[in-house]
């Protein structure tokens, strides 16, 4: 033996019993660390739930090693529009541990959306620390919540000064209690009533937090979807109308703001995706903090429930029992029919479905998914109408009159609402961050539930980066991670960084893809081998482990 060996053993060994082992070193992949930037070679090595070591680690002491060659690591996704509250509270733990959202790669969802949240929210944090839940939570506050806990059920006017001084306390209340912000649903119940004074003022609230304001705007379209041109009056806000409130909400107040599951519907209103997107390059030049969050498809949640025919033609009040769960008494074909032996009703009917059927994607975008007569399934309306030699408009009573009568419209109906171009131009833009808008979903949930509640994320991996190159694979990546963690002033997640959080993704670029579709929805995504959260599987080998590892997230750390 060298003299000089003897002291570099001595070395060696001093190290090995300082270094404890890792608990997991994942291997020979490429890490895309969330930033966007390209790709590097290195091994990632986990300790008591954080990223310890990022670097060339093979041969270092670890409980346990993945071996990921040919495949990507990344951190995991955050989820900035979900609905997986509820089933983050469910007694079934199959349900809490979100199987359909961690099989995406989502490792932390941001709940509480469009206005509505439990309250208090220590209550919900409680409840979710008490369960276990599968991916990580940051809570919002309500608005609408906030609205209805002051107005009670007084709320289809502007609120009085002295009601917006006692939401603000409670919205004060919330940012004590550690939500990232408060989210708006101003298309529904009770937000729809809500000035924009009112808005600014309770973000303003929020602004010193650091919170978020993120909304459900009041229009998605040439106008907001409880409008019907036979009863209300014209003139209603545009998308653009909404987008600039928005903008305004967020340079009045100071705090950041999204435009949440941002979208142009309607095929009359198709391309408009263009203007939005200037309104908020220039407000963002002149230092307006607003972003976008976006799902990857060119069809709503609404879309799926598609009905053609006005409620108030066939006598149905509660646009509840559009999936069909009225009682079989309900006879919607001869109410249609007597609504139309009055020609002066007759001709608003017209006018309702035809105003329906453009915002619904026009013709040759609305696809009957069930119907009593099977050879309409998988056909577009304007196929059936072509087929018959009738107007669109035509075909859409004749749907009710043959259809199902005890449900309205007579057939189950999706709209493809959305343009791709649109998709693609607001996906393209280096603000708009990566969403569901799903809640959690098992496979026995029922033929309802949108595609996105299964395949958002590696959606977006497969058709919109890889297949497409409409973004490239960084940025599909960075959208979905270190963005939201930005927007959201979530500090120690979203990279892939010493010190981080172990959320991770271990996928495959060769096979990663969604397999859920609107005629079945209930299918897990392929390519997504390992999901870890605080260093935990929740996908282990492309199989769902279970795991109920997430936190509660809390603002500021
Ligand atoms: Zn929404």
Same mark, same amino acid.
């Given at each position: 033996m060298s003299q000089t060996t003897v002291p570099i053993l001595l070395l060696m060994a001093a190290q090995a019993a300082l270094a404890q082992p890792y608990d997991l070193l994942i291997s020979g992949e490429r890490v895309l660390d969330g930033t966007g930037n390209p790709a590097i070679y290195a091994d990632v090595a986990i300790r008591d739930g954080r990223i310890a070591a990022v670097g060339r680690l093979r041969g270092s002491p670890a409980t346990r090693t993945i071996d990921a060659k040919g495949k990507y690591v990344c951190p995991g996704f955050i989820d900035?529009?979900?609905?997986?509250d509820e089933g983050l509270a469910s007694e079934d733990k199959r349900r809490r541990a979100a199987p359909n959202l961690v099989s995406q790669g989502i490792t932390t969802v941001c709940v509480n959306p469009d206005g509505a949240s439990p309250w208090p929210l220590s209550a919900q944090r409680a409840t979710y620390e008490k369960l276990g839940i599968g991916p990580n939570a940051a809570l919002m506050i309500g608005h609408g919540t906030v609205r209805r806990l002051v107005m009670k059920e007084d709320y289809k006017r502007p609120a009085t000064p002295g009601e917006i001084s006692k939401m603000r306390e409670l919205v004060r209340l919330g940012m004590q209690e550690k939500a990232f912000g408060m989210s708006a649903g101003l298309e529904y119940v009770p937000g729809i009533w809500s000035t924009t004074e009112e808005l600014i003022s309770l973000v303003r609230e929020i602004a010193p937090f650091g919170g978020v304001y993120s909304v459900h705007q009041r229009s998605e379209s040439t106008d907001p979807r409880w409008f019907q041109p036979s009863v209300d009056k014209p003139g209603p806000p545009t998308m653009l109308d909404a987008v600039e409130e928005t903008i305004r909400i967020g340079e009045e107040s100071g705090a950041t703001v999204v435009w949440s599951h941002a979208k142009a519907m309607g095929a009359n209103y198709w391309g408009s995706s263009k203007a939005a997107i200037r309104l908020i390059g220039r407000a963002r030049a002149r230092g307006v903090d607003v972003w976008t969050d976006q799902y990857p498809? =060119?069809?709503t949640g609404g879309d799926g429930a598609t009905v053609l025919v006005p409620a108030w033609a066939i006598g149905d009040?509660?646009?509840?029992?559009?999936? +069909?769960?009225? +009682?079989?008494?309900?006879?919607y074909a001869s109410a249609l029919h007597r609504t139309m032996d009055d020609t002066a009703k007759a001709a608003n009917v017209r006018k309702d479905i035809a105003h329906e059927i453009a915002r619904r994607g026009g013709p040759e975008n609305i696809v009957v998914f069930?119907?009593?007569?099977?050879?309409?399934?998988?056909?577009s309306l304007d196929a059936l109408a072509t087929a018959r030699g009738v107007t669109p408009v035509q075909m859409a009573l004749e749907l009710q009159y043959e259809g199902y009568r005890d449900r309205p419209g007579g057939a189950r109906l999706r709209g493809f609402s959305v343009w791709e171009d649109d998709v693609d131009a607001i996906m393209s833009q280096p603000w708009n961050a990566t969403s569901t808008d799903a809640a959690i979903a098992l496979p026995e949930d029922g033929p309802d539930t949108h595609a996105r509640y299964y395949g958002s994320y590696p959606r977006k991996l497969r058709r919109?980066?890889?297949?497409?190159?409409?973004?490239?694979l960084e940025n599909a990546v960075r959208s979905s991670t270190s963005l939201p963690a930005q927007i959201l002033g979530i500090r120690d997640r979203g990279l892939i960084r010493e010190g981080q959080a172990a959320d991770l993704v271990v996928f495959d670029p060769a096979t990663v893809r969604d397999?859920?579709?609107?005629? =079945?929805?209930?299918q897990y995504a392929e390519g997504i081998d390992f999901v870890i959260v605080n260093g935990k599987f929740a996908v282990e080998r492309g199989k769902l482990t279970g795991a109920l590892a997430g936190q509660v997230l809390t603002r500021g750390r």
């Open positions: 900035m529009h979900s609905h997986a498809y =060119n069809s009040d509660a646009f509840s029992s559009a999936r +069909g769960q009225q +009682g079989a008494k309900a006879d069930d119907h009593p007569d099977r050879t309409f399934v998988g056909k919109y980066a890889l297949d497409r190159g409409v973004i490239s397999t859920a579709t609107f005629e =079945n929805p209930h």
